[in-house]
């Protein structure tokens, strides 16, 4: 946040009086925009299993496309789901009924984690390129603005914290790892560092 402070300091290069720079900063936290999240790590590898993709550093399997796309060959096809936060479940449950309680969204940190933070402008990681542009949800509500929740451009990985349930968005689907050594098996393509 201090950074964000002093970066609203001198905006374009000129400076801009504390008092306006304080309430561009209230203003920003109200309406719940904010630049991308900045606790996402800076490494991690990445190994590429068709339709999932696993992130080692974090202990992460992420399904490689989108809720409504399947993976075919090099890349998603299908239309990818816009759904409201009420339907997640019902969708998670339809996606793979033996194991609902595995996959959820994730969190900004999580979704921040797929970005590619030495690219310029800021890209998806390699192995998650091929995902469509556009809104995703996170499992977060905004603890500023109570009843609102948080999504994530993909292109830009902006956030925005304004979002109410009933707003359709596309779904990235995670869930936890064991932590324990990774088994690269057959079915990996290999290691993907960022």
């Known amino acids: ?11 374009n290069s000129k400076q801009v009086h504390p008092l306006h720079a304080i309430a561009m900063l209230c203003v920003t936290f109200l309406i ?27 202990s992460l399997e992420w399904l490689h496309c989108p809720l409504g796309q399947k993976w075919v060959s090099t890349s998603c096809r299908g239309t990818a789901l816009a759904l409201n936060l009420d339907e997640v479940p019902q969708a998670i449950r339809l996606l793979d009924p033996k194991n609902t309680e595995n996959w959820r969204l994730p969190t900004r940190e999580e979704i921040m984690s797929l970005s590619c933070q030495a690219c310029q402008p800021q890209n998806p990681v390699p192995a998650m390129n091929t995902i469509a542009a556009g809104t995703y949800w996170t499992s977060e509500e905004n603890l500023w603005v109570p009843g609102y929740w948080w ?19 596309k779904i990235l689907l995670v869930r936890d790892r064991p932590t324990q ?14």
């Open 32 to 58: 719940g925009v904010g630049p991308a999240y900045s606790q996402a790590p800076n490494v991690s590898l990445f190994v590429i299993r068709q339709d999932r993709v696993v992130d080692v550093s974090l």
């Open 1 to 11: 946040m201090n950074r964000f402070f002093f970066h609203m300091l001198s905006i």
């Open 151 to 169: 999504s994530v451009d993909w292109r830009s990985f902006s956030t925005f914290g304004r979002n109410q349930r009933y707003t359709r968005h």
């Open 181 to 194: 050594p990774f088994d690269q098996d057959a079915g990996s393509k290999g290691l993907s560092p960022r």
